[in-house]
């Protein structure tokens, strides 16, 4: 239903006093998208990268049986609720060069370039998501997003496995405030007089563009109001943990310390850097980002699960069942996460479908069986509909393990309109994301 038949586009920004809000797609922006198009709305696909370090429990995590009527493994389980929306895959490797020895800095580089590093020097490969960015990213403010929860040890933001070229790594942000300041901030620059102002009024960024919120549900219809009452409310949840984070004096523990804006506890830190990047697809600022659960070779631990080793010590676990039983636990806590923003994802109607079935999303890690660091017969899924171009419900186990994971990812950017003939070590598609 549209008031008085008044089409919205789709790029539009409410402004003021340093604030930009962006716009979740509202049933009244898609006559207006498709006469921009002179053709039927297509809906917008989206590629996002979820890594988490330090490998699996194997045993734990692969699947049983093949095909549509296999069996969830322990570590899988949590993420059962979405069963029919994803992929899991076996048998790919991110070892560009079989004949070296697997380390950290080899797996990192790798996984999305499927490029071997230089040695002493920084030169690999444009990453996938990159690759993908030079194209989604012409229609949105940002190219693409590159998020963490955790600094490299010098204390800087953390340079991932993410490469614009060969030589030019892009450094990934941990701190949930900077990140909405950036979202939200006019032309994604923060304003700090503007911060600052509100921080001492105890004010929401959102006050400053109430009265144009206001103005624009006069002219939606019932179902959108709702949405963005929602989407509105979503942006002042976040706010308001991030601020409680800021409050909060930290615990203190030894080489633990968190800065403003980043919650003690991970897995409240990695819940909120998921609804950031909720936000950010809802209002279409971007569609492309890569997200990492912890730098590589974290030594962060887990008290919420009762494990006190840190994840380095118990990756290098040479098969003792203490450390296998520590990192089975772990792995089902990350599947838990990844399964919240699943679950957020496909809760945001857009058009006929969701967010989820619009957009495409790996989850895996750089390791498999992290002792060894082997990169070979990677833990990968992948989620997400692509709208309507992949259908999910099924477990791919490749023989032996001699794939290239490029091949997935050349697939993957077909199923988002970025067709690529070369990346990295690739050898051809892989083409079973269908029936």
């Known amino acids: ?92 490797s991110s070892d560009p060069d079989r004949r070296k020895a697997g380390f950290h800095d080899r797996a990192l580089a790798s996984f999305l370039t499927g490029v071997e590093p230089a040695v002493g020097k920084v030169h690999v490969g444009i990453s996938v998501d990159q690759l993908a960015a030079q194209t989604l990213g012409k229609d949105t403010p940002f190219a693409s997003l590159e998020l963490s929860t955790e600094t490299n040890t010098a204390g800087a933001a953390h340079v991932g496995p993410v490469f614009k070229t060969a030589t030019t790594p892009l450094p990934f942000e941990y701190n949930p405030r900077r990140v909405f300041e950036r979202l939200f901030g006019e032309g994604g620059r923060i304003d700090p007089a503007a911060t600052a102002a509100r921080d001492a009024a105890d004010r929401s960024s959102l006050d400053a563009v109430t009265e144009r919120i206001n103005a624009l549900k006069q002219r939606l219809g019932p ?73 590589e070779a974290t030594s962060i631990n887990y008290p919420h699960l009762d494990i006190s080793m840190g994840h380095h010590e118990i990756s290098h676990h040479n098969f003792e069942k203490d450390k296998l039983d520590a990192l089975a636990k772990i792995n089902v806590d990350q599947s838990r996460l990844f399964a919240y923003f699943l679950s957020k994802l496909d809760s945001l109607k857009e058009g006929n479908s969701t967010l989820l079935d619009h957009s495409l999303l ?74």
């Not at 549209?2 to 340093?18: D, E, S, W």
């Not at 490998?55 to 734990?60: E, F, K, L, N, P």
């Not at 999910?392 to 970025?418: F, H, I, Q, S, W």
């Open 1 to 92: 239903m549209y008031v008085a038949q008044k089409f919205i586009p789709r790029r539009t920004f409410l402004r003021a006093a340093g604030v930009s809000l962006g716009l979740p797609l509202l049933d009244a922006m898609i006559p207006a998208l498709a006469a921009e198009r002179n053709t039927a709305a297509a809906p917008v696909r989206r590629l996002g990268f979820i890594m988490y370090p330090l490998g699996v429990d194997q045993a734990r995590w692969r699947p049983k049986g093949e095909g549509a009527n296999y069996e969830y493994s322990e570590a899988l389980a949590p993420l059962a609720p979405h069963r029919g929306k994803f992929v899991i895959f076996s048998g790919l």
């Open 223 to 295: 179902a959108d109001r709702r949405k963005l009452e929602e989407y509105v409310e979503s942006i002042r949840d976040v706010e308001r943990r991030i601020q409680v984070a800021m409050r909060k004096r930290p615990v203190d523990l030894p080489a633990m310390a968190r800065p403003a804006g980043a919650p003690d506890s991970w897995p409240d830190h990695v819940k909120l850097m998921f609804d950031l990047q909720t936000l950010a697809v809802q209002a279409d600022l971007t569609r492309v980002w890569t997200f990492m659960y912890a730098r």
């Open 362 to 435: 790996l989850y895996g890690s750089n390791l498999s069986v992290p002792t060894s660091h082997s990169q070979r017969d990677l833990p990968i899924i992948v989620a997400g509909g692509a709208a309507g171009r992949v259908a999910g419900g099924r477990y791919v186990a490749l023989k032996g393990d001699e794939t290239p994971l490029t091949n997935l990812y050349l697939t993957m950017l077909d199923k988002v309109g970025v067709p690529t003939e070369k990346l990295g070590d690739s050898t051809g598609r892989l083409n079973r994301l269908e029936m």
